[in-house]
Every structure is written in structure tokens, then in C-alpha cells.
């Protein structure tokens, strides 16, 4: 089992440039999450999925839209990206109504 | 608003010393308390809590929770160096299926 793997590891993007973060999962769970991780500031929720075919806001949505694609896929995309997103990404799994979480190994992104 | 708050934010050991870090929350009816460990990368679970007073232990590492009281301590005796990491709690509001993450406490172990 792969676990959640994040797609890709790394990216720089120049401001105003889009483009979409890649998660999937092998665990066949219920939920997925998109975190983004600050120095400072631990993990900030940016959107959810309790199961396939729904999507809620967490903490920090604004600037991002996710697609739940099936169960295992849950994607992230930044429209139009600005440098206040420089950040480094993280999504999660979990059972449904099980809370620990399983976590990607992240995505570094960059804005400038 | 749910809040989460770790103490200390940072903290430097030498090996074999023993450290409490604190986590205290501002959710009311929560489900579960849980700690995590981030190292290099991806965090990595420790613990769920969800009585008051039961201790969790594994290893050197043990954590308990005050529902009362509103916190959490995540205790590590005798620390390694393998032990430097991010300690991240977080917490599950009722309305569930989401954790709300404090900013976690850098620990470092020096030989």
C-alpha cells in the first residue's frame, strides 16, 4: 500500500498562473482533506470531502477549488496564484467516523 | 470560533531529559483530541484521546487529557535525538469529520 501519494513535490509558479495539486489514496476511506502548513501557524484546513461526491470549506478556502474525482482522488486547484499562497500542501485521509488521519508527504509550493 | 493553543512554541533538551508539552483548546463538545508527530515530512499519528484521565502511553511517550480543565500534555522521558520533531495536537469539533490543528511546539533534542 502507497498510502496518500501528492503529485508533485515540488512547483514554482509565477503570479496569476494556475495549476492543480494531485492526491490519492489506497486505504479506501471515506474522507480527504487539503491542509496547507505556514511556519507559525501548524496546519490550516482548506477544504474537505466526508465522502465521495461532497465538498465543504474548511479554514482558509478562499483562492483554491477542489474536485472530488472518485473515492480515492481528491484534487486542488489554485486559479490564479498569488504569493500569500507560498506554502507547503498536505492532504489527508481518514475513515469516516475514525479521526486519525493519514497524511501525503506534501507539496512545496512556491509563488512569485 | 474553535481555537487550539500549544505551548511552548519551541524548546531545546539535551538527550535524557524529560519534557511536557502542553495543548489547550477552546471547543466545546468535542469528539477527540489527537497528537501528532512531524519530523522531515508528512505528520505522523501518536495518539487519540477522547476520556478524561486515562493516560495513553507508548513507549517513552505518554499523553493524557483534562476534559475539565480544557488540555492536553504529551510527556517524553529519556529523549533521543530521534525525538526533534513538530508536535502537533488537534482537536475534532463536534460537527465532526475536520480537525482544527494548533500551531504545534518545535522540540529539539541535543547529544
Known amino acids: 500500500n502507497a498510502g496518500v501519494t501528492q503529485t508533485p513535490k515540488f512547483q514554482v509558479l509565477k503570479t496569476g498562473q494556475s495549476m492543480t495539486l494531485q492526491c490519492a489514496q489506497d486505504m479506501n476511506h471515506n474522507s480527504m482533506y487539503w491542509y496547507r502548513q505556514d511556519p507559525g501557524m501548524g496546519l490550516r484546513l482548506i477544504y474537505y470531502?466526508?465522502?465521495?461526491?461532497?465538498?465543504d470549506k474548511g479554514e482558509v478556502p478562499n483562492g483554491y477549488n477542489v474536485s472530488r474525482l472518485n473515492k480515492r482522488e481528491f484534487s486542488l486547484r489554485l486559479e490564479s496564484a498569488a504569493p500569500s499562497q507560498t506554502s507547503v500542501y498536505f492532504c489527508?485521509?481518514?475513515?469516516?467516523?475514525?479521526?486519525?488521519?493519514?497524511f501525503g508527504p506534501g507539496t512545496r509550493l512556491t509563488v512569485t | 470560533e474553535d481555537k487550539v493553543v500549544q505551548s511552548p512554541l519551541s524548546l531545546v533538551v539535551h538527550e535524557g531529559d524529560t519534557v511536557t508539552l502542553n495543548c489547550s483548546y477552546e471547543v466545546t463538545n468535542f469528539r477527540s483530541l489527537l497528537w501528532y508527530k512531524q519530523e522531515k515530512k508528512a505528520p505522523t499519528f501518536l495518539f487519540m484521546l477522547?476520556?478524561?484521565?486515562i493516560e495513553k502511553k507508548s513507549g517513552r511517550l505518554s499523553s493524557i487529557l483534562d476534559k475539565k480543565e480544557l488540555f492536553s500534555i504529551l510527556n517524553i522521558t529519556a529523549t533521543q535525538t530521534g525525538d526533534s520533531a513538530i508536535y502537533l495536537c488537534a482537536v475534532e469539533p463536534p460537527r465532526g469529520n475536520k480537525l482544527v490543528f494548533g500551531a504545534g511546539t518545535i522540540l529539539r533534542v541535543k547529544s
Open positions: 477522547t476520556s478524561s484521565g
Open positions: 489527508a485521509s481518514s475513515d469516516q467516523g475514525y479521526y486519525e488521519q493519514y
Open positions: 470531502s466526508a465522502s465521495e461526491g461532497t465538498t
